[in-house]
Structure formats: C-alpha cells, structure tokens
C-alpha cells in the first residue's frame, strides 16, 4: 500500500532534515576520540600504571602489500614486555619470510612464528587464532588485523583498560590509507567518512555495541569466561562477536582513544563492491535493527533530494504546493525546511571531509568523490538488503546457513553436532571462510 501524497512528501522532507542532522552529529563528533591532545593523555596515563605484559597475536595468510612495514610497528613499541606470536596454517604462506625478517630486524624482541594446520571450524582466521592462543605466555591478550599499523604507544593504551576487572574487550577505530590508484581512494573514503563517523556518533550516545578486528584487547580470564576462541569458530563477525559475548557476561566494553591505521588494496571496482558489500551484510547479520537505520547515514544521495525537492517547490510546481495544502503545511514551512537541511549537509559533509583528510592536498584530491562515494554506499546498503551471500577469498559464504543440524545464533552458523572437523580434527570438505572485522 502506498501512502497518500501528502503524508509521503512530509516523509521525504523529515528524511532530509534526519539526514541533515546526522551530517552535523557525524562531523561534530569527528575530533573527540582519536586527537593527538588525547592520545598523549591516554598514553601519559598509562605510564603512570604498571606495566602489563601482553602477548599480541597476529593471524596472517598471504603477503598482502606494506605487510613488513606494518607489523614492524608493533616491534618498535615503548612497552616493556610482550610478545609477537604471528600465525600462517601452511608451510607454503608467502607472511613466513616476512616473519623471518621480523626475527632477524628485532632479534631483542619474543616474535615467535607459529605453522599450525589444524582447522576447528568454518571460520579459519579463528582456528589461526586457536592455535596462537596456546602459545600465548601472558595473560593479557591483544589480537590485531594483519594490515594494521600502530604508534609506540600504542601497547600501552590499549592494555591499561584492562586493569579494571569490569572491563571485557578493548577495541579500537582505524583510519584508512589508500594503497594504489583511483578505486583504493575511493575505499579509504568508506572507512575514513562513513564508517568512523558512524562509531563516533554511536559512542557519544553511549553505545558501546561493537568490536572490532583491528584491536582486541581482553584478559586470558575473561576469553575463558566467553568460552575462549571456540565459541567463535563458527563465527562470520567474529571480532563483534566476541566483544559481544563479553558484554553478555557483563563485561565492558572500552573503544581506546588510539586510532590505527589499515590499507586499503582494492584495485578494481568488482573487489571493492565484493568487500563493502561484505561488510554491510555482516552488519545486518549481527545488528538487523542498527542495519536498517544506515539509509539516514548517506549524506550527498538526501542533500542532491533535498535541493531537487526544494527547487521544486520554488519554481512554484502545482501538485507539490496542493500535496501541501492538502496536508495542513504550507509552501513556506517546506522550502525552509528543506533549504535548512540542504545548507546544513553541504556544510557538514564538507567539514567531515575537511576532518577526515590528513592534508588539504588530499582534500581538494578527494573532494569530488564524495557525491560518488556516498551514492555508491547507498548503492551497497541497498545490495546488502536483498543479498544473502558474503564473497571472502573467492569463497561465496551465505549469511544465514538453513542447512539441516544447523542453527544461526547472532551471525554465527553452528553445527549440532559441529561438522567443521572431523572426529579426528582433520578438515572436511565444508567450505571454511577466513573473515575479519569489516576492513
């Protein structure tokens, strides 16, 4: 059933007055978690504690690009004691002789590599990780995205949280950097200008409903409370998940105020949809209800709606003042609505570009792709509705397993009993998935 027209162009102008005012939320919200002014306090309270040995593990498959220089940040911590235990599940991995430079760079260093083929479940960034936990020697725990790069204070912010035994997980944002040509920029843009604004604006309303791949902090204690990596290895949105099941325990989560940095590789177009769209339909498995909100979240699609509406109705069109009449509004109330809203989402979408970029060069460079990159994500959101599928690796994973003996629980498909492994932990010959956060 359709709605009358002059209940549907109402609709249409709160839409944009929403859209408007998240613009400005997101853009406001942009340097109050992450600034440097921040990340110096955090990092002098740290010191200030004692120390805590860490053991950070770090799955690894492939040799993605900048993957030396990037896990090179972790060995020029200012932290006193940790261990690097990096992870690959086949003597073949090309990340072994990244690893090997690592050992020969920073021989002062505990950086152990670990070969381990057993796979426990569909998930095998998971089983990696299983296999990495059992040679953790600390008991606190980071694990951390193979294309993340960090500051040397960064082991010292994230460990403090866990002092407080109420605290279950810290995570982190990151920021993106574009490696390659046109299409990575326009994926940096995905996670610098939508992505990490749609966390600020959560966080300042006190939503602390996320976890994320390119930092989990948590104690040995409390990952044996959630039922350790096993819960997880049957997990698409295994990093959220395990956050989450930490809160179930009634454990807080802590988004530290360290901003990482990750890459972005995407060459193509195909590659790029393939990954966003993989990320939007991992929320949706997770989060339906924070899912169906993220159409007010895409600025330039209701800013170019807006201005259309508005002119519109400025060039005096007859079935629009009538649909106005006809309601109850005036001709008047919209167009300053609608003319507010408009102004507004320039005004805001350009500052969050302006506070997302590192460089005025890379503001003037970017700036014309945020009408493109907006729409594209619109684009997405709508692809992720209707898609039951997630494509990781070239491997095409469903979202929700109906499979018989299976069951979906919060993104997770489990098997009664679990068919990952076979009796004797060899591997069977169901698809396995290696998945992430939503980089």
């Not at 790029?272 to 997770?286: D, G, K, M, N, Q």
Request: charged residues 15%; contains cysteine.
């Amino acid at each position: 059933m359709t709605l009358p027209l002059p209940s549907a162009w109402w609709l249409l102008v709160a839409l944009c007055c929403a859209a408007a005012v998240y613009a400005v939320c997101a853009a406001l919200t942009m340097p109050r978690l992450g600034s440097m002014a921040e990340v110096r306090a955090a990092a002098r309270r740290a010191r200030s504690r004692a120390p805590v040995a860490v053991s950070v593990l770090k799955p690894l498959c492939g040799a993605e690009p900048r993957l030396y220089e990037n896990l090179a940040t972790f060995c020029e911590q200012h932290h006193p004691s940790f261990q690097l235990l990096f992870g690959v599940s086949s003597t073949a991995d090309p990340a072994i002789a990244v690893v090997h430079r690592l050992q020969a760079a920073y021989p002062q260093h505990d950086i152990e590599l670990v070969v381990d083929p057993r796979v426990y479940g569909s998930n095998l960034k998971v089983s990696n990780l299983m296999n990495l936990a059992a040679r953790a020697r600390y008991d606190a725990l980071i694990v951390a995205d193979s294309d993340i790069a960090v500051e040397p204070d960064y082991l010292d912010i994230v460990t403090a949280p866990l002092a407080d035994p109420s605290v279950g997980v810290v995570t982190c944002l990151y920021q993106a950097r574009s490696i390659g040509g046109f299409w990575p920029r326009v994926g940096a843009l995905f996670i610098n200008e939508w992505f990490a604004p749609s966390v600020r604006v959560a966080h300042s309303t006190g939503s602390r409903a996320f976890g994320f791949g390119a930092t989990l902090a948590l104690s040995r204690a409390t990952l044996e409370r959630i039922g350790g990596f096993a819960a997880l290895k049957d997990c698409l949105a295994d990093d959220y998940l395990l956050a989450r099941y930490a809160r179930d325990h009634g454990l807080a989560t802590v988004l530290a105020p360290v901003v990482v940095a990750t890459d972005v590789i995407e060459p193509t177009f195909g590659t790029l949809w393939l990954r966003e769209t993989r990320w939007l339909r991992t929320i949706r498995s997770v989060n339906p209800a924070g899912f169906a909100s993220l159409f007010i979240t895409f600025t330039s699609p209701w800013l170019m709606l807006g201005g259309v509406l508005a002119a519109l109705l400025a060039a005096g069109s007859a079935p629009l003042a009538a649909a106005l009449a006809g309601s109850g509004g005036s001709t008047t109330a919209a167009l300053a609505a609608l003319g507010a809203s408009t102004a507004g989402s320039i005004i805001a979408r350009g500052l969050l570009h302006a506070r997302s970029s590192i460089s005025w060069r890379m503001f003037w460079r970017d700036l014309p792709l945020v009408p493109l990159r907006d729409t594209l994500l619109a684009l997405q959101w709508l692809a992720a509705v209707f898609g039951s599928h997630v494509v990781w690796r070239g491997v095409r994973v469903p979202v929700a397993n109906p499979e018989a003996g299976e069951t979906r629980v919060d993104g997770a498909t489990r098997s009664v009993p679990a068919r990952g492994v076979s009796p004797r932990g060899a591997p069977t010959r169901r698809a396995a998935v290696e998945v992430s956060d939503g980089r």
